[in-house]
């Protein structure tokens, strides 16, 4: 199974950006699709965003304010979050599948550690 790393999460105060970082590992990252995910303190988890192979991606929810990118040849995608809320607070995950993009986190067989993510004056 593939290893990921996030990183990237910090304390930001409300209108601010940060951009995450996931890096796999594996012969298969290239093909392989990348989802992110975030948990709020009390909350389900919830799919953000998904980036899929060729170039494709999907984001969930109202997250027009989110960009989804990746670089192969680092093995990493990034989530690249602008006017944070506090709303946005909460733990994100990278998750790694190889059957398609979800907001279905049954759909991934890796997951990462996670990130925090604080949004606070």
């Known amino acids: 199974q593939a290893q990921l790393v996030e990183s990237g999460g910090g304390l930001v105060r409300p209108g601010g950006s940060l951009t995450l970082s996931c890096v796999g590992s594996g012969a298969t990252f290239d093909s392989s699709y990348i989802g992110w995910f975030r948990q709020a303190p009390g909350k389900e988890r919830e799919a953000v965003s998904c980036?899929?192979?060729?170039?494709?991606y999907v984001h969930y929810g109202d997250t027009g304010r989110f960009t989804i990118s990746r670089d192969n040849a680092k093995k990493t995608v990034y989530l690249r979050m602008t006017n944070l809320t506090p709303d946005d607070t909460g733990v994100y995950y990278c998750?790694?599948?190889?059957?398609?993009?979800?907001?279905?986190?049954?759909?991934?067989?890796?997951w990462g550690q996670g990130t925090q993510v604080t949004v606070s004056p």
């Open positions: 980036s899929g192979r060729r170039g494709a």
């Open positions: 998750a790694s599948g190889s059957r398609m993009c979800s907001a279905d986190g049954a759909q991934f067989g890796s």
